[in-house]
């Protein structure tokens, strides 16, 4: 019984292991959004055997990131526009939830911490050449740690499962100039209502933001400027 018990652990380590290397390698860009994800290649990849990768595929496409073809196998799910605009449309309430209790309810550690990471993003963005990827990264730690800040579990666990799809847009790379530097003021507006301990205000400029972002997603796909957006909550 002892032996079973162990390997039962062995076996749900290694499908852990596999699961956290293709979720982090999908939400790095590294696997694109419509392509093809070979067990066999994968498991190779990992070095392990393709039992574990099949159920590590099976579970990321419980949370939207793979789906299984026929005749092709498991490929990095396409995000289709309408289900990227609802995707925005449940982030825009719990984060503009999220933000009004921050105000409430974040340290002034917490506070410092997203006002460091407001002008690591402004340094960037205000390069000729700004590293989206780098501002992307840096993103997603302030909307994380404003998440963590609000003091709600549910609101932060559901919040941040719809960034992590969200990651998988790449909103930046869609920004001009204009907009982007107008993302980074939200930001900077957020952590001016945070130190004032102003829900309110917080909400606000949230629910401003994502809206932009929105906004933004939706006119690219207008004017074909992408084809279809894959899901990345680095982005906003």
């Known amino acids: ?14 499908e852990e292991s596999a699961y956290l290397y293709i ?16 067990e066999e290649t994968v498991a190779q990849q990992i070095g392990l055997s393709r039992t574990p990768v099949r159920g590590a595929f099976h579970r990321l496409a419980t949370e939207g990131f793979v789906e299984f073809r026929r005749y092709v196998g498991a490929m990095v799910r396409v995000l289709p526009a309408d289900e990227i605009d609802q995707l925005f449309q449940v982030r825009v309430v719990l984060e503009s939830l999220a933000a009004e209790l921050a105000a409430q309810n974040a340290t002034e550690v917490m506070i410092d911490e997203l006002e460091s990471l407001c002008g690591e993003m402004d340094k960037i963005a205000a390069r000729e050449a700004p590293d989206l990827t780098h501002i992307a990264r840096l993103n997603k730690q302030f909307h994380f740690k404003l998440l963590a800040a609000c003091g709600n579990l549910h609101v932060r666990r559901i919040a941040e499962n719809l960034g992590d799809l969200n990651v998988m847009v790449r909103s930046y790379a869609l920004y001009s100039r204009a907009i982007l530097l107008r993302s980074m003021g939200h930001h900077r507006e957020l952590v001016q209502a945070l130190r004032a301990r102003n ?23 207008e004017t074909s400027q992408i084809a279809e957006l894959p899901l990345t909550s680095e982005e906003v």
């Open 199 to 221: 829900p309110q205000w917080a909400r606000s400029v949230m629910t401003a933001h994502i809206e932009a972002a929105r906004s933004a997603s939706r006119g690219a796909r």
């Open 1 to 14: 019984m002892k032996h079973e018990v162990e390997d039962d652990s062995s076996a749900h380590g290694a």
């Open 23 to 38: 979720r982090d390698q999908i939400l790095n860009g590294v696997f694109q959004p419509g392509s093809r994800l070979p």
